[in-house]
């Protein structure tokens, strides 16, 4: 069963950036498209960005664009989410997502085509 896993989180002053890792030791990601989700507190989780298992097609959320990029390294097995000019509004408990029924070009922000999920990491914005 794949088991995504999230790491890369902590504390950041606005301005500052991240880069959160996705990866899975149990399974490869080569054949899943991999989606970011975040949810802050007191607010629905909410679709980032994607990016497809094949020719890293990539969609992002508006409010991330330009700041927000979404790479894949499959030989190190792992998906990151380079986060840039972070905002205080960029706070949250950060997942990954893993799924394949929509296809290998092609990635969504929807949640319901992700069957396997990570557990989360922390992202604090704030001086």
């Known amino acids: 069963q794949l088991q995504p896993v999230e790491s890369g989180g902590g504390l950041v002053q606005p301005g500052g950036s991240l880069r959160l890792s996705c990866a899975a030791s149990?399974?490869?990601?080569?054949?899943?498209?991999i989606g970011w989700f975040r949810q802050a507190p007191g607010k629905e989780r909410e679709g980032v960005g994607c990016?497809?298992?094949?020719?890293?097609?990539?969609n992002y959320k508006d409010s991330v664009k330009g700041r927000f990029t979404i790479s894949r390294d499959n030989a190190k097995n792992t998906i990151y989410l380079q986060m840039n000019s972070l905002k205080p509004e960029d706070t949250a408990d950060y997942y990954c997502a893993a799924g394949r029924r929509g296809g290998s070009t092609w990635c969504s922000v929807l949640e319901l085509w992700y069957d396997h999920w990570g557990q989360g990491t922390q992202v604090t914005v704030s001086s």
């Open positions: 149990d399974a490869t990601l080569k054949d899943y498209y």
């Open positions: 990016i497809s298992s094949r020719e890293g097609n990539t």
